[in-house]
């Protein structure tokens, strides 16, 4: 804070990461020091770890009080993984059944031979 005019009225007068203010002027001409939150990081893909669109960046203590809808994305994994990866488990799994069958149609193949 470099504004001589403007003093803490909180905690302490260190100059901290959440001990900031921001110098506001009232209506009435006064400068006032508003304190200034913390910019949040928001949630990330627990795979890939790039951060998920269309979910709020707020404090892990604030999605407490919001709505099921602003904190998750409708799709399956809707609030722990992006799209992209999601998209790959998907067709991982895919890949693992119908090799499991093609495995099974070799074994009855190798039966009938026999």
Known sequence: MKDVRVTFSRRHAYATKS???KVVKTPGGRLVGAYRSKK???PKCGDCGTPLPGIKHLSSFAYKNT???ERTVSRAYGGSRCA???RQRVVRAF???EQ???KQM???KQKKTK
């Open 19 to 21: 001990n900031v203010l």
């Open 67 to 69: 709505h099921k809808r």
């Open 84 to 86: 992209k990866c999601v």
């Open 95 to 97: 890949l693992i059944e």
């Open 100 to 102: 499991k069958i093609v």
């Open 106 to 108: 070799m074994i009855e």
């Open 40 to 42: 949040r990081q928001g």
